[in-house]
Structure formats: C-alpha cells, structure tokens
C-alpha cells in the first residue's frame, strides 16, 4: 500500500463529488490526497494553430478549480499532499501519472448515465478503469457526498480477481466499522450453445459451486473482524444481477475485481465491470486482478 489516494478534478459537478468522496475516503482510510487535472485544449490549440493568451486563460481556469478544491478539502480538515497539472489526453496522463507514482486508489467523477456513458468508447472513467495500476473508484453525478457510507456490497465468483475485490472490501468494511454484504451471480448457458435440460444443469453446478464460493468469502471476511450481513445468490445476467440488487437495497458502495487487462478488456462493450459501472446507482470501486507495482524510489 502507498498511503495514497488520487482525485480527479476539472471543477464539473461529476468532478466535485468525486472530491467530496476522496476527502471523507482519505480522512478514514488515513491515507494523503492528491489532485490531478489535465488540460486537453493545449493539443487543441495545437492542432488549428492557436494558443497563447487562449491557452494561458485556460491554464489559469484549471488553476484556480484547483485551488477552490484545495480550500474544500482544507475546510474538512484534510490536507493536499500534492498537485499535479498535465497536458494531454486525460485517461492516459492519469494512468501514467498513477504507474509512475503509485497510489492506493483513483477517484473519479462519473458523467454520464445508462447507455450514454456505456457506449462513449472515448470515456475517460472507462478507460482509465481499464488500464488503471490500482483501484478506480467511480462516484455518480446523482451520489450524495454528504451521506454516511452504510452497506457494501462485494461481488465475487471464485476467480483470482474476486478475491482480489473481496480483500478490498474487507479492508473498506473495516476502516468505516460497516457489515458487507456478498453477491455472486449464476448465469444461464444461452439457448443456441446447449438444449434446456443441459442448461439447467449447468446451472445448477454453477449455484452449488458459487455457495461454497459465498461460504467461504464470508468465513474470510469473519476472520478480519468484519460482519457479513448477508450473502445472495442469483441467476441471471451479472451485471444486470448486481445494479438490480444495488437498486433495491440502497447500498453505498459495489466492489467488484477487474479481469481484463488492456485491450481485451477495452473493446468488450458487454463487460460486467463497464456494465456495471455504466448503470450502477452509487460509487463503483473496481479492483485489478494484480497489486499496483510499486514504483522506483
């Protein structure tokens, strides 16, 4: 673990809750906070042969968002242990920020809603989501920053990177002093691959391989002092599965592990992360299946 939690801002609404989040997060979780904003209008100008007095204006607009986050986060009593201004692409200045300093989470604010943000191939949280070194928290436009954090929910399967989200979890549940609550999603086998009969066995091999998964995730969770209040066990579509569950509950806070990894994971538009993500009612942390390397000092 680094100590460290990084934000990013460019003084939008999304942008603010993401702050507001990472504050409370960093204040817990005892961690610094850093700032990142990149500026994408230099390429801009760039290219059609502007800049100058245009340019300065705009360096100067992210300047002062940065120092009215500053104040903010000064305010709750947390202080900015850096700042880092970046010309470029922004998924990709944050990425590689990330890589080469090392950090414990990104914090990001999310934009668009449903379809709107799923299919935005350009998406800065999607991008960043894919490639991030560690893992990505995504807070809603619609999230509350004010609110208490009350129930988390951790999905897992089995698989190295579940684990990976369950640990995360674990370590979140602990830090806020909150119960978690464990889901795990069995899906049907679609028509054109076997014949009804053969699904529902599958099916049903999947469920008693996904309880033991449940029943030991909770055996693990109990053994860090952490109370699991409830495990569910669903069919269906995962990510459909998930922002439902999430919808009716009210949680605060969906973990789940990332499998991917850079472009397999990018142009899988029917991911359950980027689903999930896309749809889900709160904050989304996403956890990469490897620990973040740890940088050279």
Same mark, same amino acid.
């Given at each position: 673990?680094?100590?460290?939690?990084?934000?990013?801002?460019?003084?939008?609404?999304?942008?603010?809750?993401?702050? @507001?989040? $990472?504050?409370?997060?960093?204040?817990? #979780?005892?961690?610094?906070?850093?700032?990142?904003?990149?500026?994408? @209008?230099?390429?801009?100008?760039?290219?059609?042969?502007?800049?100058? &007095?245009?340019? =300065?204006?705009?360096?100067?607009? !992210?300047?002062?968002?940065?120092?009215?986050?500053?104040?903010?986060?000064?305010?709750?009593?947390? &202080?900015?242990?850096?700042?880092? !201004?970046?010309?470029?692409?922004?998924?990709?200045?944050?990425?590689?920020?990330?890589?080469?300093?090392?950090?414990?989470?990104?914090?990001?604010?999310?934009?668009?809603?449903?379809?709107?943000?799923?299919?935005?191939?350009?998406?800065?949280?999607? /991008?960043?989501?894919?490639?991030?070194?560690?893992?990505?928290?995504?807070?809603?436009? @619609?999230?509350?920053?004010?609110?208490?954090?009350?129930? !988390?929910?951790?999905?897992?399967?089995?698989?190295?990177?579940?684990?990976?989200?369950?640990?995360?979890?674990?370590?979140?549940?602990?830090?806020?002093?909150?119960?978690?609550?464990?889901?795990?999603?069995?899906?049907?086998?679609?028509?054109?691959?076997?014949? $009804?009969?053969?699904?529902?066995?599958?099916? &049903? *091999?999947?469920?008693? =391989? #996904?309880?033991?998964?449940?029943?030991?995730?909770?055996?693990?969770?109990?053994? $860090?002092?952490?109370?699991?209040?409830?495990?569910?066990?669903?069919?269906?579509?995962?990510?459909?599965?998930?922002?439902?569950?999430? &919808? /009716?509950?009210?949680?605060?806070?969906?973990? #789940?592990? @990332?499998?991917?990894?850079?472009?397999?994971?990018?142009?899988?538009?029917?991911?359950?992360? *980027?689903?999930?993500?896309?749809?889900?009612?709160?904050?989304?942390?996403?956890?990469?299946?490897?620990?973040?390397?740890?940088?050279?000092?």
């Amino acid at each position: 673990m680094f100590g460290r939690i990084l934000v990013a801002v460019d003084g939008s609404e999304a942008s603010d809750k993401a702050l @507001r989040r $990472s504050i409370q997060g960093a204040r817990i #979780l005892g961690k610094e906070l850093h700032l990142i904003s990149v500026s994408e @209008r230099s390429a801009f100008f760039g290219a059609f042969g502007g800049g100058g &007095e245009e340019e =300065n204006l705009f360096r100067r607009g !992210i300047e002062r968002v940065l120092e009215r986050e500053r104040a903010i986060a000064e305010a709750a009593g947390v &202080e900015i242990a850096g700042v880092h !201004i970046f010309e470029g692409n922004a998924a990709e200045e944050i990425v590689r920020h990330a890589e080469e300093t090392g950090y414990d989470y990104i914090v990001l604010g999310r934009r668009g809603e449903g379809l709107a943000m799923r299919f935005r191939l350009g998406s800065t949280t999607h /991008k960043v989501v894919t490639y991030a070194p560690c893992p990505v928290v995504v807070v809603p436009r @619609r999230e509350d920053p004010e609110s208490d954090l009350g129930r !988390i929910l951790v999905a897992v399967d089995g698989s190295e990177s579940s684990d990976k989200a369950l640990a995360r979890a674990i370590e979140l549940a602990a830090a806020w002093g909150r119960s978690l609550h464990v889901v795990a999603v069995a899906e049907r086998l679609p028509a054109y691959v076997t014949t $009804s009969g053969e699904a529902d066995v599958a099916t &049903e *091999h999947q469920r008693r =391989n #996904l309880s033991r998964v449940l029943e030991k995730a909770g055996d693990r969770a109990r053994a $860090s002092g952490v109370e699991v209040e409830a495990t569910h066990l669903l069919d269906g579509n995962p990510a459909d599965a998930i922002v439902g569950l999430a &919808e /009716k509950m009210g949680y605060d806070f969906i973990v #789940l592990g @990332r499998r991917g990894q850079g472009l397999s994971r990018r142009f899988r538009l029917g991911s359950t992360t *980027h689903k999930v993500i896309s749809y889900a009612p709160c904050m989304v942390v996403v956890v990469p299946r490897r620990d973040p390397p740890r940088p050279d000092s």
